[in-house]
């Protein structure tokens, strides 16, 4: 009775710590696996992919002008590091954008990398993401290693600081990922219950 | 006929320095700018909010700041919108004329979305909208993440107001 007790308060006490970490804003250091549909209904699980070299996960959306303004940035960024061992996943939280909505917007916009959609933004609660587009880099031991934005503005012709390739880039070289985390404004992830 | 003569001039004197709806004026605000509206608040608490016509849950969440902006003489209302500098014309100043927003509304001019993010707040993660008020001393007392309600808004200026 007594170990029940016990167990029952540390499970208590470590759901305490994650929730305050969470509330927090800081993203976990590492990344929980997680299982979600793509928009045909086939089921990935990030333990899928950890053959890759590394995982990028976009939080992105169809109807958000921000997220929509990178699209084709997305389209060259897979299109970039997929021959590198770089494996890109798209996740959409948004709970007004269905799976059909997600997979006509896919193919409009040649997002031809892998797009999960997230019922009820579980895994975006997950990992405390917030805006789209926001990006995570992930090593094959799922820790994250860069998390932000894709580049330092929204108008393309602009862009001065590439942040997420050039995280990509020093971690396939061998180097030290310089910056680790960024940020920049985006549509808010449409959760439910909000 | 002095009355008559009087009477314009008082209408015109009165309203001078105010902004009206064929008078919305948008200019850019900077960190030296921004830092200074935080920081000389003369006696008045500030809400401040982030916002961008493209953002929906801003555009949403807009008559209620519109709406207390009109029921708070005591406050100062400002809204800093994310949109380009470009866009004020075509874009920034139609939506606040529809809303009919007379405060003060500006445009961000900072170079980088970070700096204007962590001059606000650290812990902010650039999401929209964003509200921020700041006591009669320019001290932050309130970060609202996300579209708020006409109630919570209110409930957290009277909060500010009143320093609990």
């Not at chain 1, 006509?104 to 405390?128: C, Y």
């Not at chain 1, 503005?153 to 590439?162: A, L, N, T």
């Amino acid at each position: 009775m007594r170990i029940k007790i016990y167990i029952a308060a540390m499970l208590l006490s470590a759901a305490f710590v994650a929730n305050l970490l969470f509330a927090a804003g800081g993203a976990p250091s590492k990344a929980e696996n997680f299982k979600l549909k793509d928009y045909n209904g086939k089921e990935y699980s990030l333990s899928d992919f950890k053959n890759s070299k590394g995982i990028v996960i976009m939080f992105i959306a169809t109807q958000c002008p921000v997220s929509n303004g990178y699209n084709e940035r997305m389209a060259r960024l897979f299109a970039d590091y997929k021959d590198k061992g770089i494996t890109v996943i798209g996740i959409n939280s948004n709970k007004e954008e269905s799976a059909e909505e997600v997979k006509i917007h896919a193919k409009e916009h040649n997002l031809n990398f892998i797009i999960l959609k997230d019922p009820g933004n579980i895994v975006a609660d997950k990992f405390g993401a917030s805006v789209t587009p926001e990006t995570y880099f992930l090593n094959k031991d799922l820790e994250i290693l860069y998390h932000g934005r894709i580049d330092d503005s929204r108008r393309g012709d602009e862009i001065k600081s590439q942040d997420l390739r050039n995280a990509l880039d020093q971690f396939l070289n061998g180097k030290k990922i310089t910056v680790t985390g960024t940020k920049a404004f985006g549509c808010s992830i449409k959760r439910v219950g909000a | 006929m002095k009355s008559r003569l009087l009477f314009p001039f008082l209408l015109v004197t009165l309203f001078s320095g105010f902004t009206t709806i064929d008078t919305i004026n948008v200019t850019q605000i900077n960190s030296a700018k921004l830092t200074k509206l935080i920081k000389e608040r003369k006696g008045k608490i500030l809400f401040l909010n982030l916002w961008a016509t493209w953002c929906q849950p801003c555009r949403e969440e807009f008559p209620s700041i519109v709406k207390l902006a009109g029921e708070f003489n005591d406050v100062e209302f400002a809204a800093v919108s994310i949109d380009y500098p470009d866009e004020v014309e075509s874009k920034i100043i139609p939506f606040l004329k529809s809303n009919k927003a007379v405060f003060n509304c500006y445009v961000s001019g900072f170079k980088h979305d970070e700096d204007l993010i962590n001059l606000l707040d650290k812990h902010w993660n650039g999401s929209l909208p964003a509200t921020f008020i700041f006591d009669r001393h320019g001290k932050k007392v309130a970060f609202l993440s996300g579209k708020q309600s006409y109630d919570r808004f209110k409930a957290e200026i009277l909060k500010a107001r009143t320093g609990k």
